[in-house]
Each structure stands twice: as C-alpha cells, then as structure tokens.
C-alpha cells in the first residue's frame, strides 16, 4: 500500500478527524463498484474492505480509494483576467439559484433570510484558485456543490444552526473554499455534484 499513501491529507485538510459513518460507506460503495467493474480482484477488494472497517481516521480511508477515484481537477476552469472580484448573492423569503458555466468570484457575499441559495460550482470558471463565501444564513439555507477535490475551509460560526461539509480527499490544482460567516437557525450544506455512474452503482 505504499505506493497508495496520500501525500496531500492529513490534519491541515482534517485527515486526523474521526472516520464517519458516511465516510466509511463511500468508501465501501467504491470499492464494491470498482470490483464490479473489473478494476480489482475479489481478494483486493476484501483486503480493503477490511481496513475500510477497521479505519479510525480520515487518513485511513484515503489510500483504499486513491487509484480508484480518477481526479478531476485539470477540468476546473480558472479565468484568465477577472474583471470583478467579489459578487453578492441575496435570498430574502426568496430563493437563489446559479449553475452550469458562471464565474466564481474572489469573494462572494451571499445572504438568506427565510430563502435559501443553491449555487452548483462543478461547471463553473473560479477568478481565482482560492474563492471566500462569506455567508449570512437566518433562517435559511445554503447548498453548495463543489468540484471534485476542492479544498473546504470552514470557519462558519453556527447558532441554533449547521454546517456539514463531505467532500472528497483534496488534490492538486483544485480550488479552495473558504466559508466564513454565520448561520443561525438554518444551514450550510457543501457536497460534491453526484456522477451518474455513482447513481446507477447505488439502484
């Protein structure tokens, strides 16, 4: 398994967190396609089975997928001279949504009061390698769907609220997110987009 050993995890992009539920059935569901698909022998994909559910953190999960999950950060499109830097996004007893081919900006104020937002960011062009959502949720909710291998940095303060974030493993190239702000009886939900094949894996 050493020439599976992650080089861009561990405690900086939250490798030492405790392994979840969720985390571990991801894990499984890939290496039950993979197997099926071909990709690995019934003996391989027992082996990792077994770490999978013995895993106690993050890191641990990271080298049973690493050549099964084909990154996809060389089709993130970054622009090549942003002419703005910052956006605003606002869902008063409203809602708001973006998605398909849009700009992401530096910096993205968005605000939900009794609305929600859903911006979908897996087609978009980043202006910048590193963008920051600084968020104002009351009442209200925010979805986001990042590229596969984008970096979360969440530093949302919650009240009466959430933030769940589950993405997969960084990698290089990819964007990072920051979130900032503040959520207070609503929420912040940040997910990777579902592959079809993932879907048809899953029924």
Known sequence: MSNLEPTDVGPAAGGDRAVAEADRQ???????????????????????????RGALIFDDLV???????VP????????????????????????????GHWT??????????????????SEAVF??????????CLFGGVELKVPEG???????????????????????????LVLKGFAGFGGVEVRNPKSGRRRRNRS
Do not use: W
């Open 26 to 52: 991801h894990v499984i569901t890939l290496l039950t396609a993979a197997h099926a698909e071909g990709r690995i022998t019934a003996d391989e994909r027992d082996r990792r089975l077994s770490e999978a």
């Open 63 to 69: 080298p049973l997928t690493r050549d099964l999950v």
């Open 72 to 99: 996809t950060a060389s089709q993130v499109q970054y622009a090549q001279n942003a002419t703005e830097d910052s956006d605003q996004i606002v869902a008063i007893f409203a809602g708001a949504e973006r998605g």
């Open 104 to 121: 992401v900006q530096a910096r993205t104020f968005i605000t939900t009061i009794f609305g929600g937002a859903e911006l979908d960011l």
């Open 127 to 136: 202006a910048s390698p590193e963008i920051t959502m600084e968020v104002f």
């Open 150 to 176: 984008t970096t979360v940095d969440n530093r949302l303060m919650a009240v009466f609220g959430g933030v769940d974030h589950k993405v997969s493993p960084p990698t290089p190239g990819a964007p990072r």
